[in-house]
């Protein structure tokens, strides 16, 4: 086996979860198949592993087989229960499991009987480390569930199984503005699975659109919290040019609410989707929406240059946000107002917008909404030329583990350009590439941008122009698609890379180095940066 085999085959073993004949049929199709093949087909694993095999086994049974074997021991109750179970991707406490069998009918016996009973049979397994036990199938056995549900033509379980889902999410969505993140967090991130799964149901060739369009609607917090920045663009990405122009104009605000990427600040993109989403929040008469949408449609017209543009907004959205609980959206946006105040050189006005956001944070016990203030805070510091104060709250929070995973790619970026300030390289460099690291696992496009500019002047420093003006090009062709806006850390990068290149090579060497680095990808980008 090479070593590109490697991750292919640590894929299969993980997705056929360790089950020795579902290993060994897969080992036989290692001789018409590459690992990377069956890797890639690995999701439909019994017709993979089972069509056409010629495999003799000690007792000539196929995977197949072996969980008909299984499955055909069963009661018809259990068969019932055992096949709708496979709508829980990422499994489900029994609340929810004696939910689902009250939506899509009632079973003969009681569900917990029933569960304990498929327990006992190991066909399900019960994870009883979490504050209540979650039941969950192994992704074999889910899948062969799954398969026996289609043929029973029960696929509707799964359509009745995301409108409870989407109730659930509803319930969760108005409880997020007041509830500490860790609690939120612990009760939203099991379900994640199930509403990947979901989704893909309801948007699927048989299932319920308008289910799928109210079950995304209401899953926003879900994506940012847990910072799927990727999986939050795509789908709500598709959903709006699913919306028909009679819409819901709740339903309608919430999916253009969710449009709004998390770059925030500077983030042009931002513009049409937080106006949009404002616009059809009044239309509803939902005033927190509407205002959380104007504070966001602020952040998104918020740069160094653009505060009177921004401004507006933010104060209208804060007049609005006060009538309600203080709560999240609130102290984000007395945050973004904060940072208004310090691009207009106002820091007397911009520290006690954030001390409230910060008090606001606290008393709800949101850490990623406190991680957020230490961030723009740091931010304010070394505007202020007090870089080491600003490397050490931003190094307190690393250290905290408190933020997320979004906030850890900003903060390791905005660490790499105070260290640079200070001519700190190796040190700017480990923060440069572990953020690099984070930002492409998250997909977070601006900070990703922002280290590779501080690569940039790495480059330049070390004696690397030809490799900074490069890794400048990309940089320049990124904030041209106005995705984001530099702020004060990154012009002073900017700057003295910018100076350092111009110092050292000819104009039209420059040009074209630059131009040759507008056109890499983020990839080739981020490789050419860890190099620096």
């Known amino acids: ?29 290692m001789k018409m198949m590459t690992a990377r093949q069956i890797a890639a087909r690995i999701g439909d694993r019994f017709a993979l592993l089972t069509r056409g095999a010629r495999v003799h086994l000690p007792r000539q049974q196929t995977l197949t087989a072996l969980y008909d074997w299984s499955y055909n021991l069963l009661e018809p109750h259990e068969q019932a229960m055992f096949r709708r179970l496979s709508v829980f991707a990422g499994g489900a406490t029994l609340e929810r499991i004696c939910e689902l069998c009250e939506c899509c009918g009632a079973l003969k016996a009681d569900p917990l009987d029933i569960v304990s009973s498929l327990v006992d049979k190991s066909l399900i397994v019960a994870d009883a480390g979490a504050d209540e036990p979650r039941y969950r199938m192994v992704e074999t056995t889910r899948d062969y569930a799954w398969r026996k549900l289609a043929e029973a033509d029960e696929t509707h379980v799964a359509i009745d199984f995301a409108r409870r889902l989407a109730r659930v999410l509803e319930r969760e969505h108005a409880r997020w503005p007041q509830t500490a993140s860790s609690d939120w967090f612990a009760r939203i991130a099991p379900d994640i699975d199930n509403l990947r799964f979901a989704l893909d149901i309801a948007f699927g060739a048989a299932g319920d659109e308008a289910v799928g369009l109210d079950l995304l609607s209401w899953s926003v917090r879900v994506w940012d919290e847990l910072s799927l920045l990727e999986e939050r663009r795509r789908w709500f990405s598709l959903a709006v040019t699913k919306l028909r122009e009679d819409a819901d104009p709740a339903l309608a605000a919430r999916l253009w609410f969710g449009s709004i990427s998390l770059i925030a600040h500077g983030d042009k993109s931002n513009v049409a989707p937080a106006r949009k989403a404002a616009e059809l929040f009044a239309r509803a008469g939902d005033r927190a929406g509407e205002g959380e949408s104007l504070a966001r449609l602020g ?13 507006p907004h933010l104060h209208q959205a804060e007049s609005i946000l006060r009538n309600f609980p203080e709560g999240k959206p609130l102290a984000s946006c007395l945050r973004s107002m904060g940072l208004a105040r310090s691009f207009a050189q106002d820091v007397f006005g911009a520290l006690p917008l954030i001390e409230q956001s910060m008090t606001i944070m606290r008393r709800i016990g949101d850490a990623h909404g406190i991680a957020s203030a230490h961030i723009t805070l740091a931010e304010i510091r070394y505007a202020l030329g007090d870089i080491d104060d600003s490397i050490r709250i931003v190094r307190e929070l690393l250290e905290s583990g408190r933020q997320s995973r979004r906030q850890t790619t900003v903060a390791l970026g905005n660490l790499a350009g105070y260290l640079l300030a200070q001519d700190r390289i190796d040190e700017a460099r480990l923060a440069m590439i572990e953020g690099l690291r984070a930002a492409r696992a998250v997909g977070h496009s601006a900070s990703i941008a922002r280290l590779v500019e501080h690569a940039a002047l790495m480059s330049a420093l070390t004696g690397e122009p030809r490799r900074a003006a490069r890794l400048l090009g990309y940089g320049r062709a990124f904030y041209a698609r106005g995705a984001a806006s530099r702020e004060h850390t990154e012009d002073v990068t900017l700057a003295r890379a910018s100076a350092l290149v111009v110092a050292a090579l000819r104009a039209d060497e420059i040009a074209m180095l630059m ?18």
């Open 1 to 29: 086996m090479s070593q590109a085999d490697v991750a292919p085959v640590v894929h299969i073993c993980q997705r056929l979860d360790g089950i020795p004949l579902a290993l060994e049929l897969a080992a036989a199709r």
């Open 299 to 311: 952040a998104a017209l918020l740069t160094p240059i653009g505060v009177e543009a921004a401004e």
């Open 515 to 532: 131009s040759e680095g507008e056109t890499l990808g983020e990839a080739e980008a981020c490789e050419i940066a860890r190099g620096a």
